[in-house]
């Protein structure tokens, strides 16, 4: 009889203690669901998890959030319309994805303007307000801004005059209109394609030249397809993560302020170490064998002017379809105000 007793007892505890689990387990009241092309593993989706917990934490377990990495949601386009068909509520998205709710916010991008992180980052910041509030007016609350980095040129060839380019099978992902103006400015006709097909249209030859940061090469493994790499960088692509307002006003409001005052910081790391995964990526694909193509600024100043020229008249080919020319102005204005109190600003190239 004192066994038998003591055998309830032992399962009435377990079963309380199961109870206790399962209230520590509890799911949030609201699950905001995210997607990102960006690699499981990464340092963005360590601080991601870490950004979760402090968002149950500091509202009770009243909010959470749960994010699918690596692009198994899909495209940046197939996590907007699932966004739009209520399957998912948000996303962390690069220039191109954002591009497709508020095309303005490439302004930050175009190619061959900003020299190195510091003049990105101190346009960006005075440009955040502006482009915050033009994602609201479109249904969409930005939770936080992050630097994907600077992006460099990959090729099986080195690419050492216009030609060359011309004769290259680009790849430009599908629907990218700021790239599709840079292309046509140069005479280059690329293949459009969604970024999750590009190593599968590497294997096949379908493209034999792309775009990417030097972590991003690394991460999703296309340096394995490439034998070179430009010294200098094109543009810095920028990120965002983003929630629809349908989810976010189901959100308390008080609750709402402690997500909007969260976030910043941890969205801020994850930008600020993206230049460190660079600068390690870099010499991960120099001891892989990717060799890079060097340029002498004397030597081929000519072919830097033609760069830069048909780029300035690619963005100005721009003004009306993708940002206005107050727009435009203001970005080449602050970004000049910052050259005139740092005359020392140099190009973030590879050495």
């Known amino acids: 009889m004192i066994k038998k007793l003591f055998f309830i007892g032992c399962l009435i505890f377990a079963s309380l ?10 799911s949030p009241d609201i699950m905001i669901k995210l997607a990102t092309i960006a690699p499981r593993g990464s340092y963005i989706m360590n601080r991601m998890n870490e950004l979760n917990d ?14 699918y990495y690596g692009g198994v949601q899909g495209d940046e386009k197939d996590v907007l319309r ?3 068909l209520g399957q998912l509520h948000g996303g962390t998205f690069t220039g191109h994805g ?10 930050s991008e175009l190619p061959y303007v900003f020299r190195n992180y510091e003049e990105v980052e101190y346009v960006r910041e005075r440009l955040e307000p502006l482009m ?27 690419i050492t005059s216009i030609e060359v380019a011309r004769s290259q099978k680009w790849w430009m992902w599908k629907g ?17 394609l969604s970024f999750t097909d590009v190593m599968t249209s590497l294997s096949t030859k379908l493209i034999d030249t792309a775009s990417i940061t030097p972590y991003g090469a690394v991460a999703y493994r296309w340096n394995e397809r490439f034998n070179y790499m430009s010294e200098y960088p094109t543009t810095n692509v920028v990120g965002a993560t983003i929630v629809n307002k349908r989810i976010w006003n189901k959100i308390a409001p ?13 969205f801020d790391q994850i930008g600020k170490h993206v230049r460190q995964q660079d600068r390690e990526s870099i010499e991960i694909l120099k001891k892989s064998g990717i060799e890079i193509v060097t340029f002498d600024s004397e030597k081929d100043r000519e072919q830097f002017e033609f760069i830069f020229d048909t780029s300035r008249k690619a963005r100005e080919n721009l003004v009306g379809e993708m940002y206005s020319r107050e727009l435009l102005e203001k970005t080449l204005s602050l970004l000049e105000t910052y050259r005139n109190n740092h005359p020392n600003s140099t190009v973030e190239r590879i050495r």
């Open 98 to 107: 954002l591009a497709q709710i508020v095309p303005s916010v490439r302004v």
């Open 82 to 84: 699932k966004i739009r």
């Open 132 to 158: 915050n509030e033009r994602f609201k007016e479109e249904g969409y609350i930005v939770l936080g801004w992050n630097e994907v980095g600077f992006v460099y040129n990959f090729s099986k060839v080195p």
């Open 17 to 26: 203690l199961g109870g206790n689990a399962a209230i520590a387990e509890k």
């Open 54 to 67: 402090e968002i149950k934490a500091r509202t009770d377990n009243a909010v959470g959030i749960k994010i």
């Open 254 to 266: 008080e609750h709402q302020q402690i997500i909007l005052d969260i976030c910043p910081s941890y």
């Open 176 to 192: 990218d209109q700021l790239s599709k103006a840079m292309y046509d400015a140069f005479g280059i006709t690329p293949v459009p």
